[in-house]
């Protein structure tokens, strides 16, 4: 592949993006819903025009690690402190319904299988996928609707990376229960540190950060200082504590939304993801669609997989939020916005495939859970808030839609 063909790619795929976003927009849906539709066209699903590149991979990868970046910044601390320990039943909620639902959707279509075969690891492995949350999608519909800020936004924030979090841990030990040469007490304890670290580290950050910030307010060194510390925090997330880069992420903004100009540092880290990153993120979920392979008996296995995984994160999710006292119409936002799957679905599953615990033929069920939940839950959100009245938008909200607007 020539190296400027990457260039013809990334010209089609903003393009596309900013098209179809606009196409669902005057729809009245969220625009990411056509930034992904766009990827289908585009991609090997009909036009073929674009494929996904190792280098697409990596913008991608970029563009969720900004959007998770600005999420932490945008989150008001004290309303993240208030809500933890709610957001840790739900994703416990949001993990559980899930994985019971995913193993028994596998027995149902294969049998069941004995304690401890083959086949009984491959039905819970099933369900471990279902386990994986991408706040990422329901981050950016949240920000289009204006409701990022406040106690059902930092909530689905709070429990889909407490979700991811736990999520990995019964991956690693259920490929621990089938290879005994893992050891997933390691994981649980590297999650462990890492936080310990990221609460040290994270205490001399900020007074960095701060004293940068009375020497230097609204300079653009600081936005530069915290993009770099964001990357820094991800590589380290990932490379040393083998937790998800996008957890790094949103901990560096969690860490800085406290300073004064945090909304200085989101402002210019939109403009890369808004223009760049994050339309190739987006449309990448599109272009790794390919239903050529498609059979009868894969399309309704697959069709319950996506109907058993949806239903299971609002059942979840939803039920111990309205144990935890939320409003009816609240618990069905934090069910639905639990309910996307993405990047870290992906991770577990390709994770399943080099040890032998799924078929490559079940990625295309992964894929389509992918697509059919990362267009529905913006539009649901969507729905849900537009019955809403004007006056429950706060300042702050209507401000940010304001931008929006002003910016199209």
């Known amino acids: 592949m020539e190296a400027y063909s990457i260039l013809k790619d990334l010209a089609i795929i903003v393009i596309a993006a900013k098209f179809c976003g606009l196409l669902a927009r005057k729809c009245k849906a969220p625009q990411v819903v056509g930034q992904i539709i766009a990827g289908l066209i585009i991609g090997p699903c009909l036009l073929g025009l674009v494929e996904q590149t190792e280098f697409i991979g ?4 970029i563009g969720v690690i900004l959007l998770m970046f600005e999420a932490g910044l945008e989150t008001d601390l004290k309303e993240l402190v208030r809500t933890g320990p709610i957001a840790f039943l739900i994703a416990c909620a949001g993990v559980f319904i899930p994985l019971v639902g995913g193993t028994l959707l596998y027995m149902g279509f294969y049998g069941v299988s004995p304690w401890g075969s083959e086949e009984f690891y491959r039905a819970i492995f099933i369900g471990v996928i279902m386990t994986a949350t991408s706040v990422s999608i329901t981050v950016q519909a949240l920000r289009e609707l204006g409701k990022l800020r406040g106690k059902v936004g930092t909530t689905i924030l709070n429990a889909a990376i407490i979700d991811d979090v736990i999520g990995i841990v019964v991956l690693t030990f259920v490929i621990g229960f089938k290879n005994p040469d893992n050891k997933p007490i390691k994981v649980v304890i590297s999650t462990v540190l890492f936080f310990v670290f990221a609460v040290i580290v994270g205490f001399i950050s900020y007074k960095i950060f701060k004293w940068m910030d009375n020497k230097y307010p609204h300079t653009r060194r600081i936005p530069i200082a915290g993009l770099a510390y964001c990357l820094a925090l991800s590589y380290i997330a990932e490379r040393y504590f083998g937790i998800a880069d996008i957890t790094g992420a949103y901990v560096a903004g969690i860490i800085l939304c406290s300073i004064k100009d945090s909304d200085y540092i989101a402002r210019k880290m939109d403009v890369n993801s808004y223009m760049l990153f994050g339309p190739v993120f987006f449309v990448s979920i599109g272009l790794k669609t390919d239903i050529s392979g498609m059979t009868g008996e894969l399309l309704l296995f697959s ?8 239903l299971c994160k609002i059942i979840g999710c939803g039920l111990m939020a309205k144990a935890c006292r939320f409003s009816f119409s609240d618990s069905l936002k934090i069910g639905i916005g639990m309910m ?7 991770i577990v599953s390709q994770k399943g495939l080099s ?3 799924m078929d490559n033929e079940y990625f295309t069920a992964v894929i389509l859970l992918i697509i059919v939940s990362s267009i ?3 539009i649901l959100l969507k729905l849900i808030y537009a019955k809403e009245e004007p006056g429950d938008v706060t300042r702050d909200n209507a401000a940010f ?3 929006q607007e002003k910016d199209e």
């Open 58 to 61: 990596h913008m991608a990868e």
């Open 401 to 403: 839609l304001y931008k």
């Open 376 to 378: 529905a839950t913006p």
């Open 340 to 346: 996307t799957r993405g990047e870290v679905a992906l």
């Open 355 to 357: 040890v032998g615990m």
């Open 303 to 310: 069709l319950g997989f996506v109907l058993t995984a949806l």
